[in-house]
């Protein structure tokens, strides 16, 4: 696999103080790095039947969209309250300091759908469950959750032990 570290950058104290933020944008700016990072993520299906790729707000967007069209399957956006123009189903959880609310729109999943669930970070982990949450609560049934960077430090996977998790960094 090609070294997609190399892609990635760091931006000390973004979006405050005492964080690293790990900016993707050097990644999707190059066709060959974006080509092989789907590639990636599809060696992790092969044999795997999936109908829909659900995207989390926002960051990933960018490669659940590809991975969608890959896989001949259809792409859902999760996002936060009152960006859905549709009816909705919510589905709130613990931040730090504090909660935060995903949604899906009601008819965007049916029962018995295999479902890809995508983000670009795996962090503390509470919206990759949320989105899972909203996900099963519809009666699709999560065949992955796969993630770009997983920052192992903050214990993500650990929210998310029922399901085959993967990712292709981690910090």
């Known amino acids: 696999m090609f070294n997609i570290e190399a892609y990635i950058r760091d931006i000390p104290d973004f979006p405050k103080k005492g964080i690293v933020y790990k900016d993707i944008t050097p990644l999707l700016q190059d066709a060959t790095a974006t080509r092989e990072t789907v ?6 299906l092969e044999g795997e039947k999936i109908d829909k790729v659900v995207g ?20 859902v956006p999760i996002r936060k ?13 613990s931040l730090e300091y504090g909660e935060d609310t ?12 295999k479902i890809l669930v995508h983000d670009d970070v795996l962090a503390t982990g ?9 996900v099963e609560k519809m009666g699709g049934e ?14 993500g996977k650990e929210k998310l032990d029922s399901y085959k998790v993967v990712s292709l960094v981690s910090y």
């Open 142 to 155: 999560i065949v992955q959750c796969s993630f770009l960077m997983d920052l192992s430090f903050l214990k």
């Open 56 to 75: 989390i707000e926002s960051r990933g967007f960018f490669f659940a969209t590809l991975l969608a069209q890959e896989l001949n399957a259809g792409f």
């Open 102 to 113: 995903l949604e899906v729109h009601s008819d965007a999943i049916q029962k018995g759908e």
């Open 81 to 93: 309250p009152g960006k859905l123009p549709y009816d909705t189903y919510r589905e709130s959880y």
């Open 126 to 134: 509470g919206t990759a469950a949320a989105a899972c949450k909203l």
């Open 39 to 44: 590639a990636a993520f599809l060696s992790f």
